[in-house]
């Protein structure tokens, strides 16, 4: 391993150096994930109090969020709630954006650590862990697959599952990335405001292989949640399937 080391220090190194995402400062070889200490520290970790359906960061307290408590009689909530592990701000935003815009799947390694690092703490006190009996990812559209070469949230959810299994008692926690399907293209959600948003991923999505989720814990996996219409709408097909249960974890909450 020391020659190994010694080789990329002295040979790679110099022609491929190995560097900061974000700022793009030198990491060593033996650096885990492509992010030096500085901006690490960086992260803001959501902690503290969080709107107890859609989870978005209280600073003032409070049990839901301001579109949560007022504007939503009307929307209809399929999934039991939704947790983010960091907020979307720098320099997690722009890793994102490298790994969907700048082909780095490699950095779906270090959001699956972000997720595990809060994820007992941040689901309060359900035991989520032994509560889940399947993980799955919001799909992409066939095309975007295609041009991408890869489903983000997909790479990052594999990786979790990984991790997490370790501590997985009563069972097998089942990783089904290809369970929910787009049944039509919806644009950019980032583009949208937010009553498009609600309307643009309305009933976007389909099932595959119902029988697997019958009474089922389903947790679904993304990398960026705003307004967390995708997850839910997600959550409503699994649950129109007869899933027992559905949550949503995201790495970075917008806020
Ligand atoms: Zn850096
Ligand atoms: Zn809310």
């Given at each position: 391993m020391k020659i190994l080391h010694n080789f990329f220090e002295a040979i790679i190194y110099p022609i491929i150096p190995k560097i900061?995402?974000?700022?793009k400062c030198p990491l060593e070889?033996?650096?885990?994930?492509?992010?030096c200490k500085e901006c690490y520290r960086k992260i803001k970790f959501?902690?503290?109090?969080?709107?107890?359906?859609?989870?978005?960061?209280l600073p003032d307290g409070g049990s839901h969020c301001y579109n949560c408590k007022?504007?939503?009689?009307?929307r209809k909530w399929w999934v039991e709630n939704i947790r983010g592990a960091v907020e979307y701000k720098d320099p997690i935003r722009t890793l994102i954006h490298e790994l969907k815009y700048n082909n780095k799947p490699h950095l779906s390694n270090f959001f699956a650590f972000l997720l595990n690092k809060n994820f007992k703490k941040i689901f309060g006190n359900i035991d989520i862990i032994q509560k889940i009996d399947i993980v799955c990812s919001v799909p992409m559209s066939g095309l975007k697959k295609l041009t991408r070469g890869y489903n983000q949230a997909e790479l990052i959810a594999k990786k979790f599952v990984q991790i997490i299994s370790t501590e997985k008692q009563n069972g097998q926690i089942i990783f089904l990335p290809k369970l929910i399907k787009r049944k039509k293209n919806t644009i950019s959600q980032f583009k949208l405001s937010r009553d498009e948003r609600l309307n643009n991923v309305k009933d976007a999505f389909t099932i595959k292989?119902?029988?697997?989720?019958?009474d089922k814990t389903i947790l679904i996996i993304d990398d960026v949640c705003t307004t967390a219409e995708t997850i839910n709408q997600c959550a409503k097909v699994l649950i129109k399937n007869k899933a027992k249960e559905v949550f949503g974890y995201v790495v970075a909450r917008d806020v």
């Open positions: 900061c995402t974000y700022c070889y033996s650096e885990e994930y492509y992010i959501v902690e503290g109090m969080v709107c107890k359906k859609c989870g978005l960061p007022t504007k939503e009689k009307e292989n119902a029988g697997l989720i019958k």
